[in-house]
């Protein structure tokens, strides 16, 4: 695998300097996320659902992965709703394998991880319809995968935690009631 060097375009903010070109930029972008997958790889027992749009754009499937622990666990796992950190331009869950990992040695939690669109893919509110597809989902079919759909905690860091924060008052709209960030 032969990567273009992003380091360039990723340092200093330059994946948001207008002057250079959209097509330079989101290039860097994924190139850096394929780095990301490369090194660190998706947990073992991962899944990756496509689901269906949200009711702002039903015709918009969301990429999620779903991170199942392995071992015995009695009764059904909490589920932590993992909104990464990347400045809305990286979405990629293996560069936080590391945290997700102990999520799931410390709680047995499964995490569920939303690929939402970065801001080099679609403008506001294309990453927080993603995220309200997701939950809608994720609600409605962890018990498949061994979780608890009312105990699903909401986390991220940075982007993560501003959708994470945003998300409840959305989903509020739509009858789902969010019980932690």
């Not at 999620?64 to 009764?75: A, H, L, Q, T």
């Not at 690929?115 to 939950?135: E, K, T, V």
Request: aromatic share 10%.
């Amino acid at each position: 695998y032969e990567m273009a060097d992003p380091k360039p375009l990723t340092e200093n903010g330059a994946v948001y300097d207008q002057s250079i070109p959209f097509e330079e930029r989101a290039k860097a972008a994924q190139d850096t996320e394929a780095m990301f997958r490369e090194a660190m790889g998706a947990p073992r027992g991962s899944v990756e659902v496509d689901v269906p749009g949200c009711p702002e754009e039903p015709d918009t499937p969301v990429e999620v992965r779903v991170s199942v622990p392995e071992g015995d666990y009695d009764g059904k796992r909490p589920v932590v709703f993992a909104l990464v950190a990347g400045g809305m331009v990286f979405v990629e869950p293996a560069m936080f394998a590391f945290q997700f990992g102990a999520y799931q040695q410390a709680l047995g939690a499964i995490i569920v991880c939303p690929i939402f669109r970065g801001c080099l893919d679609a403008p506001y509110p294309a990453a927080i319809n993603d995220c309200h597809a997701a939950y809608a989902w994720t609600v409605e079919h962890i018990a498949e995968f061994g979780g608890d759909p009312d105990n699903i905690v909401l986390q991220g860091g940075s982007t993560g935690g501003h959708l994470a924060l945003a998300l409840p008052f959305r989903l509020k709209r739509y009858g789902f009631s969010p019980k932690a960030t």
